[in-house]
C-alpha cells in the first residue's frame, strides 16, 4: 500500500527518537530522494525523505545508496541550510500524508533560524519542500504556474499548505461527527471511510471496514449505523496501540505490500512481522524502487539495443536469404558449359532447351531457361556471370552472417546484463560494454569530472562458508574471471547470455552443498531466470578467453553440467554480503 495518513502517523511515532539529533551530512543519491545523516545520542541513522511518485516515503534506513559523482545544486543547497542543524520537531499535518520537520540551525550572521521541511506523500504531487520565515527557500521538484494554477513550488515565493480537504481527522474524530457522515453515505463502507477519514487509503479502509463488519466490501445500506459509528470511534483511538509493522508475502516469497500492523482482511500467515516500520519498508520498498529507477535509467539503453537487435535480425534475414540462393549456383554454372560445349545443338529463338548433362552419373538430361533475345553463346555467358556473382556473394553472405550472428550475441548480453542491473555503476557497465563493441559511441569526458567508481558482483556465502561470487554483466564478468585463481570453480549457464560464478575454492575441493548453492545462482542470474537451467562448471584453469572477443567471452573444457532450478526464495536463503 502507499504510504497514506495511518501509516505515516505510525512513522511520525517511530521518528520521534530523532528529535533533538544533529544533521551531521546531506545527500541526494536520486532526483526525489533525500538522505540526512543524523547523530542521536549513542546512534547514528540515515533518515530518508523520498518524493518518489511511486514510492513516496519517509524512513531510517540501512540501505546503501550511490551519490551521484557531482552532487545536484538541491543537494548543495541544503547541505547549506541543514548541515550540522539540530532536528527540533517531527509531525504530522492534520492527520494527511504531509510531514513536517524543523531544523534549528545558524545563518550567515551566525543567529539561530529555524527552518522547516515539509515532505508531502501524495503520488504523483509529492514534493520536498524547504521553507524559511514562510517562504520557499527550494522545492527538489519545480511547480509552476503552467504546472498547476492552484499551487506552485518555485524558490521565493510563500509557502502554501496543499489545499484541505472536507475530511475527519482521526485523531479528534468522535462519535456524533462520525455518525452523520456515516448516515450521509451510500455504497460500500470502505469507500465511504476512506471519503470521511483524512489520511486513510484504500486498502487501510478495507482494512477498518473489515475489522467493523467482517467484511472489507461491506455494504453500507446493509449496517446498523450508529453502532458502526461507535465501534468505529472506539477502533481509531486504539489505533496508535495496534503498531505492529508487517510486510506481506506471496508465495514465492516476493513482497507483495507493507501494514503498520496484522491485516486481518489478508493471509496472517503470509504476513512477517518486523521490529519497525522502517525496518519493514527496507524489506518491501528498497529493491522495488531500485529496480523502477533502473528501469527508468535504463530505457535508452534498452530501447537503442532493441533496434539493434531488430535491424541485425532483419540482416540475418537477408544473408540467409542470400546464401539459399547461392545454392543453385552449381546448377548456373553447369548450365554454362553445357550451353558452350552443345550449343550447336540449340535452335535460335527458343525460350527453353533440353540438353544431354554429362555431368550426371545416370546420363539424364537438364532442361535450361534462355533469353530468346541473346544467342547460345550469350546464354552461357549470362548463367557464367550468375555463377560468379553467386559464389562471390555466398562467400561475403557467409562472413556478414557470421558477423551479424556476433552482434546479436553482444546486444543479448547487454540485454541480459540490463535486465540484472541495480545500480548506476552497473548501468555504466552495460554502457562500457557497448561501446567497447561499437554500438554506442563514447562520450567525451568533462574536464576534472570524476570517473565514476567500479561496481562490485554479487558476493554471496556458501553454508559451508566459502566466498561465492556473481558477475552482474560482462564488464563484471571479464573482471571475476580474470581476478580469479586456477583451483578456483567457475559456473556459467550453457548455451545462453548470464553471469560467471567464482566459488573461492584455492585447493580444488568444493563440497556438493557449496556447489549446488553455486549452481542455483549460475541458473537464477541468466537469462533462463533459473527454471530447468543448464549450468556447466569447471576449474577456472579450463577458462579461456579467445583474443578479440568482447567482454566477458570465454572457452573452456573439462566441464561437467547440472541442469538446475533456482527460485527467488532458493537465492534469499543463501547469505549475501552488502
Known amino acids: 500500500m502507499a504510504m497514506d495518513g495511518v501509516m505515516l502517523s505510525f512513522v511520525v511515532e517511530e521518528m520521534q ?34 518524493a518518489s511518485p511511486s514510492y513516496a516515503r519517509v524512513q531510517t534506513t540501512k540501505e546503501n545508496y550511490v551519490n551521484p559523482v557531482e552532487a545536484p545544486m538541491f543537494c548543495m543547497l541544503m547541505r547549506k541550510y541543514l548541515s550540522g542543524g539540530r532536528i527540533m520537531k517531527i509531525s504530522q499535518v492534520k492527520g494527511d500524508r504531509v510531514l513536517y520537520m524543523a531544523v534549528e540551525n545558524r545563518d550567515e550572521l ?45 524558490p521565493g515565493i510563500p509557502f502554501v499548505m496543499p489545499p484541505e480537504q472536507d475530511k475527519l481527522e482521526i485523531a479528534h474524530a468522535d462519535e456524533e461527527s462520525i455518525l452523520a457522515r456515516l448516515r450521509a453515505a451510500e455504497g460500500r463502507l470502505d469507500k465511504a471511510l476512506s471519503d470521511m ?45 495496534l503498531k505492529s509493522p508487517r510486510v506481506l508475502y506471496d508465495e514465492k516469497g516476493v513482497p507483495k505490500d507493507i501494514f503498520p500492523f496484522l491485516f486481518l482482511h489478508c493471509p496472517p500467515d503470509m504476513q512477517r512481522e518486523y521490529p519497525s516500520l522502517s ?47 547461392s545454392a543453385r549456383m552449381e546448377e548456373w554454372r553447369i548450365a554454362g558449359e553445357l550451353l558452350t560445349a552443345q550449343g550447336y545443338m540449340v535452335p535460335r529463338g527458343q525460350s527453353k532447351v533440353e540438353l544431354p548433362n554429362f555431368y550426371d552419373e545416370n546420363g539424364g538430361a537438364m532442361t535450361i531457361d534462355l533469353d530468346v533475345a541473346l544467342t547460345p553463346a550469350q546464354n552461357a555467358q549470362k548463367y557464367f556471370k550468375k555463377y560468379r556473382k553467386a559464389r562471390s556473394a555466398m562467400h561475403l ?87 580469479a585463481q586456477g583451483n578456483d570453480l567457475w559456473l556459467h549457464a550453457k548455451d545462453m547470455p548470464g553471469s560467471h560464478v567464482i566459488v573461492k575454492c584455492s585447493d580444488g575441493a ?3 552443498s557449496t556447489l549446488m548453492q553455486a549452481a542455483k545462482l549460475a541458473s537464477f542470474y541468466s537469462k533462463g531466470r533459473g527454471m530447468g537451467v543448464p549450468v556447466d562448471y569447471t576449474l577456472r ?27 527467488e526464495g532458493d537465492i534469499a536463503a543463501i547469505r549475501e554480503i552488502k
Open 17 to 50: 527518537q530523532l528529535v533533538g539529533s544533529r544533521i551531521d551530512k546531506v545527500n541526494q543519491p536520486e532526483s526525489d530522494m533525500l538522505l540526512l545523516s543524523v547523530r542521536a545520542p549513542g546512534s547514528n541513522h540515515k533518515l530518508m525523505l523520498c
Open 110 to 154: 551566525g543567529d539561530a533560524a529555524t527552518r522547516e521541511i515539509y515532505l508531502e506523500l501524495m503520488g504523483r504531487h509529492s514534493n520536498l519542500t524547504l521553507v524559511q520565515d514562510g517562504r520557499i527557500v527550494d522545492a527538489i521538484r519545480h511547480v509552476s504556474y503552467d504546472m498547476s494554477r492552484v499551487r506552485q513550488a518555485l
Open 197 to 241: 477519514l483524512s489520511g486513510v487509503g484504500p486498502v487501510t479502509a478495507r482494512e477498518i471496514a473489515f475489522r467493523l463488519t467482517g467484511a472489507a466490501r461491506a455494504d453500507v445500506g446493509q449496517l446498523d449505523i450508529p453502532d458502526t459509528a461507535k465501534r468505529l470511534c472506539e477502533f481509531l483511538h486504539k489505533l496508535p496501540e
Open 279 to 325: 525496518a519493514a519498508m527496507d524489506a518491501y520498498y528498497a529493491g522495488r524502487d531500485r529496480r523502477e529507477r533502473i528501469n527508468q535509467k535504463s530505457a535508452t539503453l534498452r530501447h537503442v539495443i532493441k533496434n539493434a537487435l531488430e535491424r541485425d535480425e532483419k540482416k540475418l534475414a537477408l544473408q540467409e536469404e542470400e546464401l539459399t540462393a
Open 397 to 483: 553472405a557467409a562472413e556478414q552472417k557470421e558477423k551479424t550472428l556476433a552482434e546479436i550475441t553482444v546486444l543479448e548480453q547487454a540485454m541480459a546484463d540490463l535486465a540484472t542491473c541495480e545500480t548506476e555503476d552497473e548501468l555504466n557497465d552495460v554502457r562500457l560494454f557497448l561501446i567497447e563493441n561499437g554500438v554506442l559511441r563514447a562520450q567525451p569526458q568533462k574536464k576534472g569530472s570524476k570517473r565514476p567508481p567500479v561496481s562490485l558482483p554479487h558476493h554471496y556465502v556458501s553454508s559451508d562458508g566459502l566466498d561465492m561470487y556473481v558477475g552482474k554483466n560482462s564488464i563484471q564478468n571479464e573482471r571475476l574471471t580474470h581476478d
Open 510 to 512: 568444493c563440497p556438493e
Open 541 to 567: 584453469k579450463y577458462v579461456k578467453k579467445p583474443g578479440g572477443t568482447p567482454s566477458g567471452f570465454v572457452i573452456y573444457t573439462h566441464q561437467k553440467t547440472l541442469i538446475v532450478d533456482a527460485t
